[in-house]
């Protein structure tokens, strides 16, 4: 690629955002007003009608997900944006997403909770309700950026691992990425790789529930598919009591994310099998972590470590190596300690550190993380 | 010789789950009726959205037909989307009186608001059958119910009217003992734009008809016809008078521009001033 052929624009995180869904065939957003998310929306509205797609704003954070999910069974890419307390509306229909096998995207701009908590400042607090945040068996796929530029990388790679697997994915930002504004080079349109649904042959009728991701048809293309989130077989009939189907199903629609994990997780890894210490970081607190692995490199220690690009599946395999070379790993988060306890059950023996920092959206420093490099736990 | 209608060919090889007697059947029948009736020859121009309840079970799985079936109360935001992208089917939605006036209350209210181009069938059996029988939104007061063993002590909802007020461009009720004026309602409502909405109140023996003290589904049927009063009449009658009593008829029938009809002249206006 010629050096021209690359646009330079200076945008928001949450522009970066939209025009990443804009670039990747994005046609439908539905969302409700919320900070620090609301940009997106407002820039959905602008643009999507320029390209022939439909912007709605809902009553409500639960009519958002629903639309978005219809959308897709019409066959649109679809996307809805919101915060911590809109997230949480969503978490019922973020389930039907994950029984019914619907691609959308979720994009959660994090603020400080609980409750309605500090509604403009970053926090780190959602990365677990990302993973669990629904009731029963699943698998979720959150993918995590911590720049200007990765917001716009990661968001096409959202929508192309969500038409892939069949499966909501989850954009998971923050209040200082969305807000901050950065140079971002976008490549030409016909360079960035776009994955689609597959799509049935005539005479299929098995919509569901294949560890290889079942074709999915949309509404009025004639294969009469009958989609329900309550229990159902490959065909979409329901069996509220059955245990055999009811295994059969939620396990495939399990296997299908866990066995290509090496696929959708992707990490930034550094020094994994020549460090003493190790860090594992996400979003906008691995800002930090870069200058203070050059700081600790000045004072003689090796740092490595795992920045989670993706967040959900876990990064077991990179976190593994990075344990068994590193004495103690550090984990900094915006919260109270979430990802830290994941980083625990995959190092098993291996001293694992939290650094928690909360309110005021105020970032962990890069001292902050050399003092707990060179200092003790 | 009198043409033999039968269902079958509109409906998956599936038996219906709803327990003897209920009026359900009776919906879905006027519902297949109308479609016959109205020349089609298949569901292939529908979409049907439901939510959670036993009304919802209507289309999904069995009608034969693409059929989204949504949580409790999202019924409504799923067809939005779903007429919004693909405006040339017609997209129809089956609830129950707990799904729609119930938890989404908030959407059947602003689907109206909008005139979002989808019918909404509502079969109101005024209480949670599939639960078992509780209190719904829409329970005549004083109706005992599982969890108003003395008595409902609220007032119920006048679907069909909030419809109407919110800006339906259809709004009608009916009950099942009114099977011919459903089928025709259904009908008409077939044929016209904007949001449009039918209650129809339904006979349900097991959760409502035994709790709240009928004998039989007879009686259920004959409650309705002596309690059923038109909208005509209705006009003439003190709030008082109309208590316990049924309105049944046409609320409102309207033409107003559609959702899917100012989104797409938005589109067109917007792209023409681009170029």
């Known amino acids: ?377 | 010789m009198t043409e033999v209608f039968s269902s079958r060919k509109y409906l998956r090889d599936l038996k219906y789950p709803f327990c003897p007697g209920c009026g359900l059947f009776s919906l879905s029948d006027a519902f297949i009726r109308a479609v016959h009736e109205l020349g089609y020859e298949d569901l292939s121009k529908f979409v049907f959205c439901s939510g959670i309840g036993c009304s919802s079970w209507i289309p999904s799985p069995y009608f034969f037909a693409d059929s989204v079936h949504t949580l409790h109360g999202r019924s409504i935001p799923v067809a939005t989307s779903i007429k919004l992208v693909r405006p040339d089917l017609s997209v129809v939605v089956f609830g129950g009186d707990g799904d729609i006036v119930g938890i989404g209350l908030n959407h059947f209210i602003q689907a109206a608001r909008r005139n979002t181009d989808i019918l909404v069938i509502m079969g109101n059996n005024m209480i949670y059958g599939m639960t078992g029988g509780q209190v719904a939104p829409t329970t005549p007061f004083k109706t005992k119910t599982a969890t108003s063993p003395y008595g409902s002590v609220e007032h119920p909802l006048d679907s069909a009217k909030l419809a109407a007020v919110a800006g339906a461009a259809y709004s009608a009720r009916w009950t099942t003992a009114h099977l011919h004026d459903l089928k025709e309602s259904i009908k008409k409502a077939l044929q016209l734009q904007g949001f449009r909405f039918i209650e129809v109140v339904s006979h349900c023996p097991t959760a409502y008809g035994r709790r709240a003290g009928f004998k039989d589904i007879a009686e259920l049927l004959k409650s309705f016809k002596e309690n059923a009063v038109s909208v005509q009449q209705a006009e003439k009658m003190r709030e008082a008078e109309l208590e316990g009593k049924i309105v049944v008829g046409e609320i409102v029938e309207r033409k107003r521009p559609t959702l899917v009809e100012n989104v797409y002249a938005m589109l067109k206006e917007v792209q023409k001033n681009a170029q």
């Not at chain 1, 140079?183 to 790789?193: A, G, H, K, L, N």
């Not at chain 1, 077989?233 to 299908?256: C, Q, S």
């Not at chain 1, 003689?300 to 876990?314: D, E, I, Q």
């Not at chain 1, 790993?329 to 059950?345: A, S, T, Y």
């Open chain 1, 1 to 377: 690629m010629k050096r021209r052929d690359v646009k330079a624009y200076f945008w928001s995180g949450n522009e970066a955002c939209v025009e990443a869904a804009i670039n990747v065939g994005c046609r439908f957003f539905a969302g409700y007003p919320i900070t620090p998310a609301t940009e997106i929306a407002e820039n959905m509205s602008a643009r999507l009608p320029l390209v022939g797609g439909i912007f709605m704003q809902m009553e409500d954070e639960l009519a958002s997900i629903g639309a978005i999910m219809g959308a897709s069974w019409g066959g649109k890419k679809a996307m809805t944006a919101t915060s911590g307390p809109g997230f949480s509306l969503m978490q019922e229909t973020i389930g039907w997403g994950f029984m019914t096998e619907t691609p959308c995207v979720i994009v959660d701009v994090q603020r400080a909770g609980p409750g309605t908590g500090q509604a403009t400042k970053c926090g780190q607090g959602d990365v677990m309700q990302a993973r669990w945040g629904t009731h029963g068996d699943y698998t979720a796929i959150s993918l995590c950026p911590n720049s200007v530029h990765e917001i716009f990388d990661l968001t096409i790679r959202a929508f192309n691992l969500a038409e892939k697997y069949r499966t909501p994915v989850t954009l998971l930002t923050d209040e200082i990425i969305a807000h901050l504004r950065e140079q971002v080079f976008i490549p030409p349109p016909e360079s960035i790789e776009i994955i689609n649904r597959k799509k049935p042959k005539a005479g299929d009728q098995a919509f569901f529930g294949s560890e290889e991701v079942a074709p999915m048809p949309s509404v009025g293309e004639g294969f009469n598919v009958a989609v329900t989130a309550s229990t159902h077989d490959e065909y979409g009939v329901r069996f509220t009591a059955d245990p055999l189907v009811h295994r059969r199903m939620v396990e495939k629609i399990n296997n299908k994310i866990k066995k290509n994990a090496d696929d959708i997780v992707e990490t930034e890894s550094y020094n994994l099998d020549d460090c003493k210490v190790g860090i594992v970081a996400y979003g906008a607190t691995s800002r930090a972590i870069y200058e203070a692995v050059e700081e600790a490199a000045k004072k003689g220690v090796k740092v490595g470590y795992v920045r989670l690009k993706t967040l959900w599946p876990f990064a077991e395999k990179a976190v593994q190596r990075l344990a068994k070379t590193a004495d103690k790993i550090i984990v900094p988060e915006m919260n109270l300690g979430q990802v830290v306890n994941e980083v625990k059950r995959v190092a098993c023996t291996t001293e694992v550190i939290p650094l928690n920092k909360i309110g005021g959206g105020e970032l962990i420093t890069p001292e902050e993380i050399l003092a707990k490099i060179v200092g003790g736990s």
